[in-house]
C-alpha cells in the first residue's frame, strides 16, 4: 500500500478522550468544513471543549459552525493554531499544511480524523460501524430511521444529510452509528461491536495497490467487531475473506448458503416489497420506498443489525416504510423547463450503472448524465469501467475531473474520456454546461459525481 499518512503523535486513546470532553480544552480541526468533520466538530462542541477550524473555503457548514461559537478560519495558515491541546486533520489534508507543521513544532498532539473517531466512540457502549466501497450512507441513514424509534436514540455519524437535515443526530450513550470508511485504513482505528460490510470492490487506487491489499484491510477491520460481522455473501471479494475473519460472522444476501436471505416479491415504480428468512424460516416482509434494487440489499442489512439488536419487527417495518431516502443519493432537486433534474453522488463505475439504470426504470424517458469525475487516480485505473457505465446514459456531458486532493495525471483527461466513449460523449468546460444541456440533450437530467457541483445545481435551476 502506498502514500501511508504519518502519525506524528503518540497521543492514547484514552488521552485523547479525555481532551475532547475536558470543558478546558480546545480542539483545532483542519479541514472543518468537510461532512465527518463537521460532526466531529460539532460532536466536541456538545460535549463541552472549545472548538476551532479552518478550511480553505467558506461553506454553508462552516458558517453553521460559526453560528455555534465555533471560530472558524477561511485559509490554512499556521497561526490558525493558536493555543490549540489537541490538532485533528481530514484526511483530505496534506502533510506540508502549514497548521500541522505547525502542530509538530509546538509539540501539540496530532491526530488524523480516523484516530480521532477511534478515540471518542470508546464512550458509546454499542459501536456499529458500516463499511463498504457503496451504499454506507444510506444504510447508516436506514439505520438511523429504525433506531431512532428505540427509547434512547443513537448518536449517528453520516456521511450525507439524515431525514433530520443534518450528517449527526447527537443522541444517548447507548449506541453510536456510523460510516466505517476504507481509504488509509480508517476503519482499523475503530473499534466496533458489530461491524457491517455491503460490498467490496478496488477502489482508493491512490493508496491501495490492488483489490489484494483492500480485502485484506477489509478483513482487518471486519474482525475488530465485538460481537458479529454481518457481510454480504453475494459480494465475490467478500465472500472470499469470510473465512478468514476472526470474528463471529452472519452473512445475508439473495443467494443460498447465507444466513440470511432476501427475495424481492414485488416491483414498484419507486421501491420495492421483499421478504426474509433466516435459515430458510421466513422472519417477514418489508417494503421500501426508495429507488434502487441495490437499496434491498441495504435495507436488508439494517434490518438484521436491528434484529439481533433486539428492536420489534413491526417497529422495523414502520421505519424502513416511511424511510424517503437522503440528500444526495438519486435526489430530486427540481426541474428546468420541465425537465426533471436529479443529484447523485455516484463516482465509482458500479454506483453509476445502479444510478443511471435506477433513473430510468423511474422517469421512463430519455436520461441526460452530466458527470464530474472524482480524482485522476480513480479515473485512471478504473478507465474501461467508466467507459462501460457512463455509455448506458442516452446523452452524456462529461466536466473536467475534480482533483480533490491530487495532482493531474498525464493523459487522464475528461476530453479523452468524452472521445473514448464516443457517440453520445460531449466534453464540456463548467462555463458552458447548462448551454450544452439546453441545446444538445433531452429528458431527465441528473448531476452525477462526489466533486463540487453546487454552482451547476444553482444554474440548472434557474429557469
Known amino acids: 500500500m502506498g502514500n501511508r499518512e504519518h502519525n506524528y503523535s503518540s497521543i492514547s486513546y484514552d488521552a485523547i478522550r479525555a481532551l475532547s470532553v475536558d470543558r478546558s480544552a480546545h480542539v483545532h480541526f483542519v479541514g472543518i468544513g468537510g461532512v465527518s468533520m463537521y460532526s466531529l466538530a460539532v460532536l466536541t462542541l456538545s460535549y463541552g471543549a472549545t472548538v476551532s477550524g479552518s478550511d480553505r473555503v467558506e461553506s454553508d457548514r462552516t458558517r453553521d459552525l460559526m453560528l455555534r461559537g465555533v471560530q472558524v478560519f477561511i485559509a490554512h495558515t499556521e497561526g490558525n493554531v493558536g493555543d490549540a491541546d489537541l490538532v485533528v486533520y481530514s484526511h483530505a489534508i496534506s502533510q506540508d499544511n502549514p497548521e500541522l507543521c505547525e502542530a509538530r513544532r509546538l509539540n501539540i498532539p496530532l491526530v488524523s480524523r480516523a484516530q480521532y473517531l477511534g478515540a471518542i466512540m470508546l464512550g458509546y457502549s454499542s459501536r456499529i460501524g458500516v463499511s463498504g466501497s457503496h451504499g454506507k450512507s444510506t444504510t447508516v441513514a ?87 460481522a454481518l457481510v454480504n455473501g453475494d459480494d465475490e471479494n467478500l465472500s472470499s ?23 424481492v416479491t414485488s416491483f414498484r415504480q419507486v421501491g420495492f416489497e421483499f421478504e426474509i428468512s433466516r435459515f430458510g424460516s421466513v422472519i417477514g ?33 414502520e421505519a424502513l416504510r416511511t424511510y424517503r431516502g437522503i440528500t444526495g443519493r438519486l435526489e430530486y432537486i427540481g426541474s428546468r423547463y420541465g425537465r426533471r433534474v436529479f443529484y447523485d453522488y455516484a463516482h465509482h463505475p458500479t454506483e453509476i450503472l445502479a444510478s443511471v439504470n435506477a433513473l430510468k426504470q423511474q422517469v421512463n424517458e430519455p436520461l441526460t448524465v452530466v458527470f464530474m469525475p472524482h480524482t485522476f487516480s480513480r479515473t485512471k485505473a478504473l478507465w474501461n469501467e467508466f467507459c462501460g457505465a457512463l455509455s448506458q446514459a442516452d446523452h452524456l456531458i462529461i466536466t473536467d ?3 480533490a486532493r491530487e495532482k493531474p495525471i498525464s493523459g487522464v483527461t475528461s476530453q479523452r474520456l468524452a472521445d473514448t466513449i464516443g457517440n453520445s460523449a460531449i466534453y464540456c468546460p463548467e462555463e458552458s454546461i447548462i448551454e450544452k444541456i439546453d441545446s444538445s ?10 466533486g463540487d457541483f453546487e454552482s451547476i445545481k444553482k444554474e440548472i435551476l434557474k429557469t
Open 142 to 228: 436506514m439505520l438511523d430511521s429504525i433506531f431512532s424509534y428505540i427509547p434512547t436514540p443513537p448518536t449517528v455519524l453520516s456521511g450525507a444529510d439524515l431525514t433530520i437535515g443534518s450528517p449527526l443526530r447527537i443522541g444517548s450513550h447507548d449506541v453510536l452509528i456510523y460510516e466505517a470508511c476504507e481509504y488509509k485504513d480508517s476503519f482499523l482505528r475503530f473499534s466496533p461491536t458489530i461491524s457491517v460490510a455491503l460490498n467490496l470492490e478496488l477502489d482508493h487506487t491512490d493508496y491501495f495497490e490492488d483489490i489484494d491489499a483492500l480485502k485484506c484491510s477489509f478483513c482487518n477491520a471486519l474482525e475488530r467487531a465485538g460481537r458479529f
Open 241 to 263: 475473506i469470510i473465512k478468514k475473519i476472526k470474528s463471529p460472522v452472519i452473512s445475508f444476501g439473495s443467494r443460498e448458503g447465507n444466513d440470511y436471505r432476501y427475495s
Open 285 to 317: 416482509n418489508f417494503e421500501i420506498n426508495v429507488p434502487g434494487v441495490f437499496n434491498v440489499a441495504n435495507a436488508t442489512a439494517a434490518i438484521i443489525v436491528a434484529l439481533e439488536y433486539g428492536i420489534d419487527r413491526d417497529i422495523i417495518f
Open 401 to 403: 475531473i475534480y482533483p
Open 441 to 450: 440533450t433531452s429528458g431527465s437530467i441528473v448531476l452525477m459525481g462526489a
